[in-house]
């Protein structure tokens, strides 16, 4: 099986290695983390990390695989600095037959929208063309609701993706709106300049925030997918690796 998924999200990272300061993790072994099989004998994937420390307000990018034949997993994060306003990014590719995928790519804002109308106004209004131009498209299952509406209120409404099956077809579709969306946040990555008065308590907001996005209640299957695949030690690690900052 040709795994579209992966050589979409490897070609996000790619983009942002071009763009911005990172420089991986390695270990003895390669990627940072390997992952194997619960049963302790089957190569599961791995978890690829960046630190971005020379970067004012990105902390760390992250590519995380999981291969469980026919399932192939694509998880892609950029998170901004704690103490910053600088939003976070994600796209995900979950493949899971030669022609079959789902996908989603978002922003996960930092600040509230009533307090900081500006913000918003800054960071995700130039979101609104290339999201119009995919939900608009009668070809493109994504102009239906998000299927998990609890995981959406952590991310954005400008959200580009599906919770039923599609193809391949759909994810080249609407390729130049989710690389618009990577754009504008490395753009952002440069240019973002709203000052942060209390550091410590944007620092708790944003635990907080990823604590409750990537908590299991919001999508236990997933999650229990997740364990079954590497078990729950290596799926907590996992976790924790999404919500440490380096920094």
């Not at 390997?34 to 049963?39: F, K, M, V, Y």
């Not at 978002?106 to 063309?129: N, T």
């Not at 991310?155 to 039923?164: H, N």
């Not at 990823?210 to 079954?228: C, H, I, Q, S, T």
Request: hydrophobic fraction near 40%; charge should be negative.
């Amino acid at each position: 099986m040709e795994f579209f998924g992966f050589d979409f999200i490897d070609d996000l990272a790619s983009r942002c290695r071009d763009s911005l300061p990172v420089e991986e993790i390695l270990t003895s072994a390669g990627p940072y983390c390997p992952l194997t099989g619960a049963d302790g004998s089957t190569s599961a994937g791995c978890i690829r990390l960046w630190s971005a420390s020379a970067s004012p307000l990105v902390d760390r990018m992250i590519h995380i695989r999981l291969q469980a034949d026919p399932v192939d997993t694509q998880l892609f994060f950029l998170f901004g600095r704690s103490p910053t306003a600088m939003p976070h990014f994600h796209a995900q590719v979950v493949q899971f037959a030669p022609d079959a995928c789902v996908y989603n790519a978002d922003f996960l804002a930092r600040l509230d929208p009533v307090e900081h109308p500006d913000y918003f106004a800054r960071v995700f209004e130039p979101l609104s063309k290339p999201y119009w131009r995919a939900i608009n498209d009668p070809q493109n299952k994504c102009a239906m609701a998000p299927a998990n509406p609890a995981i959406a209120a952590y991310l954005t409404p400008w959200s580009i993706g599906v919770g039923q099956p599609t193809n391949r077809a759909e994810l080249d579709r609407v390729a130049p709106q989710i690389h618009a969306f990577l754009d504008h946040y490395l753009d952002l990555a440069r240019s973002l300049d709203y000052p942060i008065d209390d550091a410590h308590a944007q620092n708790a907001r944003d635990r907080a925030h990823l604590d409750n996005f990537f908590a299991d209640r919001l999508d236990r299957r997933a999650w229990n997918g997740v364990y079954g695949l590497i078990g729950e030690d290596a799926g907590r690690h996992l976790k924790d690796v999404l919500k440490t900052s380096l920094s």
